[in-house]
């Protein structure tokens, strides 16, 4: 391949494993472990072939036809009104809307309810009928006693308790829409923007004055980025994002750090991150400037072959952990949150400790034989006109394989997991 091609390769391999796990997060958070299906709305379209997850605060489903056209939208009660409570549990209701945002009907997908009860709401259509006709706004903010919603004779707890999740479940989406932050930016964010500035001076300035600044640099970025501001790249922070999507509002400049952290590599061929950024690797570099040479150690060479696999295959196991939803820490699995020392938990501080004390005797031991996010900054990153097609970029296309499997079998193995029928 030539280099660009393959630069766009990898480039397009991390973006589809970035897009499949939100896609699985997404259909995780909105189906849950009792899909609604299309068929369960052909009553109110029927043309509706399949149903497509909405990421937005709204939460729902797009309902489309054969041609993937949108042909209205459906959005349910449960698991977001839990605490609305009917005779014996809750009751999940599916609020059915037209492509104008008007409600078409109410549908019950499932109950831990009384069963009885259950059905004799389900027969009762002047009661699922009442919200017909009201805008999404309109029945968030609709006053059932005025509206004349009344409970259903013999099932009255059950059918208020849906009365009321359905005007809690809409309110609760048309307020989290309206309550989107502006952009700002806060000092935290000027901060990152200084050292990002700073960055690209060491990594692209001047040799001599890059050669004179750079230890005071390496203490800024463990005291500033590291101790103070808790800054740093890590598979916890990338996987959260991947599923639950950037937080441009609330901190920009980490998305832009993140964002220079993989592009500039792919772009310049700098491991820019790793090198000019990352606090842990920078209190490794230190760490062997005091230390004396004769306790180096120089490990076999069939020794660093073997270890050189362990980045990737943390990679693997972080890939499963965030699309199987697996109850891990994902913080654990590195150093990085160590550095927030009040909340860092025992086993990121044994990361941290152990990572240091290795590399005292092993030039950038962590950085070289167990970071998972440098493995994956250095997989994107070009290496010029000598660059070529490499078991790494084959195992790359492996996960994407993996992560393309999981995400269309997320439902069984969710159920699996749980320990469901």
């Known amino acids: 391949m030539k280099p660009l091609v393959l630069q766009l390769y990898r480039f397009a391999v991390v973006a589809t494993i970035a897009w499949l796990l939100r896609d699985v997060a997404v259909r995780q958070r909105i189906q849950g472990d009792s899909p609604v299906t299309a068929a369960e709305v052909t009553v109110f379209f029927p043309a509706a072939v399949s149903l497509r997850a909405d990421d937005s605060a709204r939460d729902g489903l797009f309902v489309l036809d054969r041609e993937g056209r949108e042909l ?25 809307l037209d492509r104008d945002w008007k409600i078409l009907g109410l549908k019950i997908h499932a109950s831990d309810d009384t069963a009885d009860y259950v059905s004799n709401i389900s027969l009762d259509r002047r009661f699922l009928k009442k919200w017909n006709a009201l805008t999404w706004d309109a029945a968030a903010t609709l006053d059932l006693k005025a509206a004349g919603i009344e409970g259903v004779s013999g099932a009255t707890m059950t059918s208020m308790a849906i009365a009321q999740s359905v005007k809690a479940r809409l309110k609760l989406s048309r307020d989290e829409l309206a309550a989107r932050r502006p952009l700002r930016l806060a000092w935290r964010d000027w901060g990152l923007l200084a050292v990002l500035a700073a960055a690209a001076l060491m990594a692209f300035g001047q040799p001599a004055w890059r050669h004179r600044w750079k230890r005071p640099y390496q203490v800024v970025l463990i005291v500033y980025v590291g101790l103070i501001a808790g800054d740093l790249i890590a598979q916890k922070l990338l996987v959260g994002w991947a599923r639950a999507g950037l937080p441009w509002s609330t901190a920009p400049g980490l998305v832009l750090l993140v964002t220079a952290a993989l592009l500039v590599p792919w772009a310049t061929a700098k491991p820019f991150y790793c090198h000019h950024l990352c606090p842990h690797g920078a209190a490794q570099e230190l760490l062997s400037r005091v230390r004396p040479a004769r306790f180096q150690i120089i490990l076999p060479a069939g020794v660093v072959r073997g270890l050189e696999y362990l980045p990737a295959g943390l990679l693997l196991f972080t890939l499963l952990v965030a699309l199987l939803a697996l109850p891990f820490d994902l913080a654990g699995l590195e150093p990085f949150a160590a550095y927030v020392f009040r909340s860092a938990g025992v086993a990121t501080l044994a990361v941290a400790g152990l990572g240091l004390a290795a590399s005292f005797f092993v030039p950038q031991a962590y950085c070289r034989f167990g970071c998972p996010t440098g493995t994956l900054l250095n997989f994107v990153r070009a290496r010029g006109v000598t660059d070529r097609f490499t078991r790494r970029d084959a195992a790359a296309l492996l996960f994407v394989a993996l992560a393309t499997a999981l995400h269309w079998a997320y439902l069984p193995i969710t159920l699996w997991t749980k320990g469901l029928p």
């Open 72 to 96: 209205g939208y459906v959005v349910r009660t449960q698991p977001r009104c839990r605490d609305v409570l009917g005779y014996a549990g809750v009751t999940d209701a599916l609020i059915v």
